[in-house]
T-cell receptor, first 112, second 117 residues
Framework: DQQVKQNSPSLSVQEGRISILNCDYT??????FLWYKKYPAEGPTFLIS?????DKNEDGRFTVFLNKSAKHLSLHIVPSQPGDSAVYFC???????????FGKGTRLHILP | DTGVSQDPRHKITKRGQNVTFRCDPI?????LYWYRQTLGQGPEFLTY????????KSRLLSDRFSAERPKGSFSTLEIQRTEQGDSAMYLC???????????????FGSGTRLTVV
């Protein structure tokens, strides 16, 4: 069963506009959430994270929002740039768990 | 430090053969993880080590799979009697426990792509 769900396999966004990537989770024991970015032929790279005690975390152009009651999080990228074209993985971990559970990923295309 | 290194980058093998992959983590990282990624899926956890101790194994890790980290530095992942379903990208990651940001501090290697024909 998929505990971390990314229901949009791909997303296309015009350069300069906002990209919003969504993620849902089913395990209520998850208390730490992360986004990773992956380019072809490279391993995933950590982007941003959020603890369950917060509902928002911002780092430059990247903001992650967490809605615990809906078991939903989203990643906002503003403004979107060509270098943002990549696969984005939503991931989560439970308290005291030392591993991360990944979603299937969303491929983001930034259009010129 | 050049990051997490994985060798080989690509491996093509015949069904039934054994294969071994190597991962060299970042030198000060005491935790090492193995993940597997198949087409259209995200990375799936296989196992992890803290120093030389293997602390957790996923049920995905069948009896044909074995991982070692003999001196707490590099690690190997061996697959015996490979099957076509083993074709995947095998990713290694490392981090330093006690850093307070262990989970976000995962550094992944570029992976070993295995093709079983």
């Amino acid at each position: 069963d998929q505990q971390v769900k990314q229901n949009s396999p791909s997303l296309s966004v015009q350069e300069g506009r906002i990209s919003i990537l969504n993620c849902d989770y089913t395990n209520s024991m998850f208390d730490y959430f992360l986004w990773y970015k992956k380019y072809p032929a490279e391993g995933p790279t950590f982007l941003i994270s959020i603890s369950s005690i917060k509902d928002k975390n911002e780092d430059g152009r990247f903001t992650v929002f967490l809605n615990k009651s809906a078991k939903h999080l989203s990643l906002h990228i503003v403004p979107s740039q060509p270098g943002d074209s990549a696969v984005y993985f939503c991931a989560a971990s439970g308290f005291g768990d030392d591993k991360i559970i990944f979603g299937k990923g969303t491929r983001l295309h930034i259009l010129p | 430090d050049t990051g997490v290194s994985q060798d080989p980058r690509h491996k093509i093998t015949k069904r039934g053969q054994n294969v071994t992959f190597r991962c060299d983590p970042i030198s000060e990282h005491n935790r090492l993880y193995w993940y597997r990624q198949t087409l259209g899926q995200g990375p799936e956890f296989l196992t992890y080590f803290q120093n030389e101790a293997q602390l957790e194994k996923s049920r995905l890790l069948s009896d044909r799979f074995s991982a070692e980290r003999p001196k707490g530095s590099f690690s190997t992942l061996e697959i015996q009697r490979t099957e076509q379903g083993d074709s995947a990208m095998y990713l290694c990651a490392s981090t330093r426990s006690g850093s307070g940001q262990e989970l976000g501090g995962y550094t992944f290697g570029s992976g070993t792509r295995l093709t079983v024909v």
